[in-house]
């Protein structure tokens, strides 16, 4: 008799990523139904003996850039869903919004060049879902977008080639002119 295995919380996104897209036949409303029914749940036991929250951050985040570009799906559209789905269920569940944030985009950079993905339009993409986020959740429009770009530049490298994309893509205004805040990355270089 042989047992199964539980399925892992990276199974469990992937797959529901998979379905979610198909059902759904969008990539952004896939991706954010799927995490709509598993993040906040995870997001709830992070730290616990469930799964420390870099763990699940990271799990999370693969299994979104993994499912999506199985499904031959955009990984920009999946970008945005992530950071808007991450600031749903950490309102929701009041985890530490700007670390869960950071390294998301920092994971699905990096796994985006690893897919051989566009990793500028990915960090746009990231800051864009972040920003739509944080308006839908009512948090700081300009913390937000500097943590997400931030995080986004920092994975991708100083000297890499995916670096050098990443920051040549966010390096106009971070923010919409419609939020009323203009934030230029030129200024923080230094820090990127």
């Known amino acids: 008799m042989t047992h199964k295995q539980p399925?892992?919380?990276?199974?469990?996104?992937?797959?529901?990523?998979?379905?979610s897209v198909k059902v759904a036949g969008h990539v952004f409303n896939g991706v954010l139904d799927a995490l709509d029914q598993t993040l906040p749940e995870a997001l709830r036991?992070?730290?616990?003996?469930?799964?420390?929250?870099?763990?699940?951050?990271y799990a999370v985040t693969e299994a979104v850039a993994e499912g999506v570009s199985g499904v031959g799906g955009n990984l920009e559209e999946a970008a945005q869903a992530l950071m808007i789905g991450v600031l749903r269920a950490g309102a929701e569940t009041h985890t530490t919004m700007l670390y869960a944030l950071r390294m998301s985009a920092g994971v699905f950079i990096?796994?985006?060049?690893?897919?051989?993905g566009d990793v500028g339009a990915v960090a746009k993409a990231l800051v864009a879902g972040a920003v739509e986020?944080?308006?839908?959740?009512?948090?700081?429009?300009e913390e937000i977008a500097r943590e997400t770009a931030e995080g986004a530049a920092e994975a991708a490298g100083?000297?890499?080639e995916a670096g050098q994309k990443v920051r040549e893509?966010?390096?106009?205004n971070i923010l919409d002119v419609e939020t009323g805040i203009r934030r230029s990355l030129k200024t923080k270089r230094s820090r990127l």
């Open 7 to 19: 399925k892992t919380l990276h199974d469990t996104v992937r797959e529901g990523v998979v379905d």
């Open 133 to 141: 986020g944080a308006k839908e959740t009512g948090l700081n429009l």
């Open 158 to 160: 100083e000297s890499t």
């Open 169 to 172: 893509a966010l390096a106009g």
């Open 110 to 116: 990096q796994k985006t060049a690893r897919l051989s």
């Open 45 to 57: 036991h992070a730290d616990d003996a469930y799964m420390p929250l870099s763990e699940m951050i």
